[in-house]
């Protein structure tokens, strides 16, 4: 069974940081596009940041640009979310997500829930004033 399972979220003042962690179990996702998406209260899910299969290209979201990194350690199978500077707006239950498919032909697909067939049960992010 395909499990991807978030951590690392709580309760951070402004200006603080925060670092997820998506570790995957039941298949190996080394070498799988990956990605982060949040959901705040009354929203859509959007899209945070993505990264090829080896890392070796990032993508964000205009709103975290400079503020968050993802990366991934695909000998441990586990997807990173570094986030500093954090904001109110930043509040929201961050998922991680993965694809079986080994690469996305387009840049754009990256940015879009419905290119990724895993999903995790989310963590909470709360960044109060």
């Known amino acids: 069974q395909v499990q991807l399972v978030e951590s690392g979220g709580g309760l951070v003042q402004v200006g603080g940081s925060l670092r997820l962690s998506c570790a995957a179990s039941?298949?190996?996702?080394?070498?799988?596009?990956m990605g982060w998406f949040r959901q705040a209260p009354g929203k859509e899910r959007e899209f945070v940041a993505a990264?090829?299969?080896?890392?070796?290209?990032?993508y964000y979201a205009d709103s975290v640009k400079g503020r968050f990194t993802i990366s991934r350690d695909n000998a441990k199978n586990i997807l990173y979310l570094q986030m500093n500077s954090l904001k109110p707006d930043d509040t929201a239950v961050y998922y991680c997500?993965?694809?079986?498919?080994?690469?996305?032909?387009?840049?754009?697909?990256?940015?879009?829930?419905?290119?990724?067939?895993?999903w995790g049960q989310g963590t909470q992010v709360t960044v109060s004033t």
């Open positions: 990264t090829t299969g080896n890392g070796g290209v990032t």
């Open positions: 039941g298949r190996s996702f080394a070498g799988n596009p």
């Open positions: 997500a993965s694809t079986w498919k080994d690469y996305l032909p387009d840049s754009r697909m990256y940015y879009a829930a419905n290119e990724y067939d895993y």
